[in-house]
T-cell receptor, first 115, second 111 residues
Framework: GAGVSQSPSNKVTEKGKDVELRCDPI?????LYWYRQSLGQGLEFLIY????????KSGLPSDRFSAERTGGSVSTLTIQRTQQEDSAVYLC?????????????FGSGTRLTVV | QKEVEQNSGPLSVPEGAIASLNCTYS??????FFWYRQYSGKSPELIMS????GDKEDGRFTAQLNKASQYVSLLIRDSQPSDSATYLC???????????FGKGTRLHILP
């Protein structure tokens, strides 16, 4: 697509429920990144994909978080047994190449609220 | 630990004046440097990239890079109220797997 598309744009969920966040990168972008941004905070790196592979998962905050990417395109970030501290804006970004010098293009984000 | 440091602000600048935003980074092998603008409630938008020492100009924006001092800056000339936003400095090393972001400087242009 023309830009990075994320869905849903907003999600309110009850504590303890599982949620799935979706990211559709720019067509042809091989690298995909997930960040989250809590209110008034900076960007916290979560995970990246080169193709369908996620070489480094150490940025994921806990084992309740997982992510996958299929077909070198769409990625899903899953949070199991959500907690209130998971409330944040989850941002997805893509870039043309993985270990290059270019910047990212961000999607509009998913605002997750855990009540 | 690779770090990018920015003054959190807020930085208040009168309309029409020059806004100067600064950033330092810790990783000497960083090779790409970016400025992102983030309006409240929106996602970051890439506004400038710079790869070589010196100045790079794009319209009212000038990015300045000094690798010896590990320092990056962004100048905004003729500041407009629409420039009021948080500006994120970001750096990347070749063959590194991700961009490292600073926490951002909040800029407020006074009408």
């Amino acid at each position: 697509g023309a830009g990075v598309s994320q869905s849903p744009s907003n999600k309110v969920t009850e504590k303890g429920k599982d949620v799935e966040l979706r990211c559709d990168p720019i067509s042809g972008h091989t690298a995909l990144y997930w960040y989250r941004q809590s209110l008034g905070q900076g960007l916290e790196f979560l995970i990246y994909f080169q193709g369908n592979s996620a070489p480094d998962k150490s940025g994921l905050p806990s084992d309740r978080f997982s992510a996958e990417r299929t077909g070198g395109s769409v990625s899903t970030l899953t949070i199991q047994r959500t907690q209130q501290e998971d409330s944040a804006v989850y941002l997805c970004a893509s870039s043309l190449e993985w270990q290059g010098l270019g910047g990212y293009t961000f999607g509009s984000g998913t605002r997750l609220t855990v009540v | 630990q690779k770090e990018v440091e920015q003054n959190s602000g807020p930085l208040s600048v009168p309309e029409g004046a020059i806004a100067s935003l600064n950033c330092t980074y810790s990783d000497r092998v960083s090779q790409s440097f970016f400025w992102y603008r983030q309006y409240s409630g929106k996602s970051p938008e890439l506004i400038m990239s710079i790869y070589s020492n010196g100045d790079k100009e794009d319209g009212r924006f000038t990015a300045q890079l000094n690798k010896a001092s590990q320092y990056v800056s962004l100048l905004i000339r003729d500041s407009q109220p629409s420039d009021s936003a948080t500006y994120l400095c970001a750096v990347r090393a070749y063959r590194d797997d991700k961009i490292i972001f600073g926490k951002g400087t909040r800029l407020h242009i006074l009408p």
